[in-house]
């Protein structure tokens, strides 16, 4: 008997892994940064396939032609051309003034423009439209994210009736926040169209079920364990939780090359005789970085003996700077960082070294090494794969990290982090102060640890566990695993 050829997978995000930007009216390709692409582009390196996404340009240009052949990838890239209208309104309007925020428990943020629905609604028919267009028969249709929720059932219009699984990296809310959304059934059912939906954590799984309770009414689940099978007003449909993760060994060898382990000594001593508290982070409110720079101010107040001993260095990602809340953010932080380096900074020291830029990926990786302590406190995140990153990057294992308990990844890493609410000041200041004094042996065997865990979970196990599940809509899809040498870890 002839064997059929194994599914390809085809990946559908709101960006491509490339992006499209323009100098002196001039486009030139770069890779794109975020969570999303971080996990998913060794993945589609690996197995091949097909990404469908926005390149963030609103005017067409030739991707084939612009990224160099040393560059290409060995997977398909499909564009999807937004409109300047539809990147205001889909993308910015109801991906990031709507569903960003209410997902992130901050409804106060929200702007419930109806014509922002209206436009979502528009352009993940244009996303379906592509993917129907150049997705097989045999295709397995993985939808990302929270800017496509309503992909398969645009696609199920179309008379589509193969697997399609939706992995959501942002949390999913609660009940009393979710229900402020004007559109709640609608995006409730348009779910509910997928085979498998994924989630970062099993408490936004376990808000996914009561949402559809107190939204759609009775829910039957069957099973146990990190995948359910859910039924609900007809519909039978997978439900699972799969902590997204890094490449480890990629990481590891990467943070332990020369080129950033003498960028990472350079770092170091331009800034000597101190440790060095890191932060990384996107510009965005989920973040959380006016508090940390409170709390670090605090730590500074509290613990006078920390003052020319610490420095946090601060890196802010530019992003979505066209959207109000935004550019306020950047603004108070500007204040913010001026007022406390105004008030401690003396001869020879600066508390806070703020960079305001997309940094290249070696010196993402000599900051990870080059700093002691890293400090992320997200308000809210599906899961943060900076705490990740940084852990995997500290090769000599003598770092520290201190974690949000509301991060995804704290459901992990709680054991070995050190773990702080990022609204208590005096906490994350304690935090700070413990991880300055913790002797080379607790950090040792901590960050060991930590890297251990990472390890044994790591991006492609992520995304065979996920299609594994999927399964029974997909039974051909082979798998993505690395081997994992699990005897020969200590
Ligand atoms: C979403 C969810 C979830 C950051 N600055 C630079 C840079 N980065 C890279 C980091 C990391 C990624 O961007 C950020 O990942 P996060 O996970 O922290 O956050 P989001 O982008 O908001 O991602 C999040 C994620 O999806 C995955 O599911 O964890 O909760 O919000 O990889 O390294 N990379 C470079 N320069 C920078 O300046 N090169």
Known sequence: MRKRSPK??????????????????????????????????????????????????????DLGRL??????????????????????????????????????ALQTVCNFDPEFWTMYRRVNRKYAQVAKRHAGKDDYIWVHDYHLILVAQELRRTGVTGPIGFFLHIPFPAPDIFVKMPWRREILEALLEYDILGFQT??????FIQCLRNV??????????????????????????????IDYDQFASEAGAEAVSEMARNVR????DRQLVLGIDRLDYTKGIPYKLDAFRNALLRYPELRERISLVQVLVPSRADIAPYHDLKIEI??????????????????????????????LLALYRAAGIALVTPLEDGMNLVA?????????EDSVLILSEFAGAAVQLQRHALIVNPYDRDGVA???????????EERRQRMHRLRRSIQDQNIYEWVDDFLLAGAASAPRLPATSKPVRKAARR
């Open 8 to 61: 390809r997978l085809v990946i559908v995000s709101n960006r491509l892994p490339i992006s499209i930007e323009w100098d002196n009216g001039k486009p030139r390709a770069r890779h794109s940064s975020g969570g999303l692409v971080t996990a998913l582009g060794p993945i589609m390196r690996q197995r091949g396939g097909l990404w469908i996404g926005w390149p963030g340009s609103v005017d067409k240009v």
């Open 67 to 104: 990224i160099p052949a040393s560059e290409k990838p060995n997977y398909g890239l499909r564009p999807v051309w937004l409109t300047s209208d539809e990147r205001d309104k889909f993308y910015l309007g109801f991906s990031n003034e709507v569903i960003w925020p209410l997902f992130h």
């Open 202 to 207: 099993v408490q936004h799984r376990r808000n």
């Open 216 to 245: 759609i009414g009775d829910v039957g689940l069957e099973g146990k364990g990190h995948v359910l099978r859910l039924k609900v007003a007809g519909r039978r449909i997978s439900v699972g939780y799969f902590p997204i993760s």
């Open 269 to 272: 001593q331009q800034l000597p």
């Open 334 to 363: 500007d204040r913010l960082v001026g007022a406390i380096n105004g008030e401690f900074t003396k001869s020879g020291w600066i508390p806070i070294h703020y960079i305001f830029r997309h940094l290249d990926r070696v010196e």
């Open 388 to 396: 990740k990153e940084y852990c995997v990057s500290s090769v000599e």
């Open 430 to 440: 304690d935090a700070i102060h413990r991880a300055y004094h913790m002797p080379q």
